[in-house]
């Protein structure tokens, strides 16, 4: 069998650079070499209950942006987690060999425990089962990753053998498929994240993007203009280095020998971030145009991942030893 990759996206709607550049360009590439599958996971959405009532609109806003990235729906599965119901089915059965002990030691866990107190329920708990459902409920053997995530995926590979021990050998144990991607941060220096204001979307205009990056912090040490500047703590040098690689190391040298203000220098990082996304963009707007065709993407998304999660599903249920559902 091709290897087979499986990530889900979270549905928060508009995605931003540093979820362009962490995640979505990785997911566009590894097209290339693999058979993938992609979700947006919006039950995972509901452990916070926040926005909920944005939630449809989020949905299909995540998926333009992946559409207009470059995910192939002629190739790849995109589809919506909730509209293959068989994940929340096999959530349950993969459940019953979860400890809750583990699960309650995740890190993850212990946060939202810290930030949502009158709101700990069973959804954050076991979301990192829904998370082993999600992949394993197509066989899929490889999860695109950055470093800080292993530990997610090992809790998932933890869970299959667990699983395997009991009931055969039914699901192949994922691997990670490690991202190099870089850690991006917002302009205010914190990680990017809609939440902190403190990021571009990927629709952003262009003089949206210039306005966000304008008020970039730089240097904190660069006070004047004929200061030199130190690139090696400037974000907006390491954001040149993920949207202009070619440029960084005459801006090194303009930065520091103060050849280059840092007006100018942002004014160049935003025309490079509006060259990358200028194709992005424009797809995005026909897209926007037409949602009935990324409703209608979605929907074959899901015809097709049903197709392999009802077989998996079977399988499961059998080898669980549940009683055969009446025809
Ligand atoms: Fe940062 Fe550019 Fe200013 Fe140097 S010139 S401190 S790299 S913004």
């Not at 349950?92 to 809750?100: A, K």
């Not at 990753?145 to 090992?154: F, R, T, Y």
Request: glycine letters at 6%; a negative charge.
């Amino acid at each position: 069998m091709q290897d087979r990759v499986f990530a889900g996206i979270r549905a928060t709607g508009r995605q931003h650079i540093g979820n362009y550049l962490g995640a979505i360009q990785n997911f566009v590439a590894l097209q290339d070499r693999f058979e993938c599958i992609y979700s947006i996971v919006d039950l995972h959405s509901l452990t916070t209950l926040t926005d909920t009532d944005k939630l449809r609109f989020n949905v299909r806003e995540t998926a333009m942006d992946l559409l207009a990235a470059g995910i192939r729906p002629e190739e790849s599965i995109l589809y919506v987690q909730s509209h293959v119901p068989e994940v929340s089915e096999l959530h349950l059965l993969l459940s019953m060999v979860t400890p809750n002990g583990m699960l309650l030691r995740v890190p993850t866990f212990k946060e939202k425990v810290r930030s949502q107190p009158d709101n700990v329920n069973y959804g954050l708990v076991g979301y990192p089962v829904l998370q082993t459902a999600d992949i394993v409920l197509y066989r899929a053997n490889k999860v695109p990753v950055g470093e800080d995530q292993l530990p997610h995926l090992e809790l998932a590979r933890e869970i299959v053998r667990r699983f395997n021990r009991h009931f055969g050998d039914i699901f192949p144990e994922p691997e990670a498929e490690l991202t190099n991607a870089p850690m991006v941060l917002g302009f205010d220096n914190r990680k990017m994240s809609k939440s902190y204001g403190n990021a571009v979307e990927m629709a952003a205009t262009p003089e949206e993007t210039a306005k966000a990056v304008r008020g970039a912090i730089t240097d904190p040490q660069r006070v004047r203009r004929n200061d030199p500047g130190r690139p090696e703590v400037c974000n907006v040098y390491a954001l040149h280095g993920a949207f202009g690689p070619e440029r960084q190391p005459e801006i090194y040298e303009q930065c520091t020998t103060a050849g280059i203000g840092c007006v100018d220098c942002k004014g160049q990082l935003a025309d490079s971030i509006n060259e990358t996304f200028a194709p992005i963009r424009a797809r995005r707007a026909e897209l926007a145009a037409h949602p009935e065709q990324v409703d209608e993407v979605l929907a074959d998304g899901a015809m097709r991942a049903r197709v392999i999660a009802r077989e998996v599903l079977a399988e499961v249920k059998d080898a669980v030893g549940l009683p055969p559902a009446p025809a």
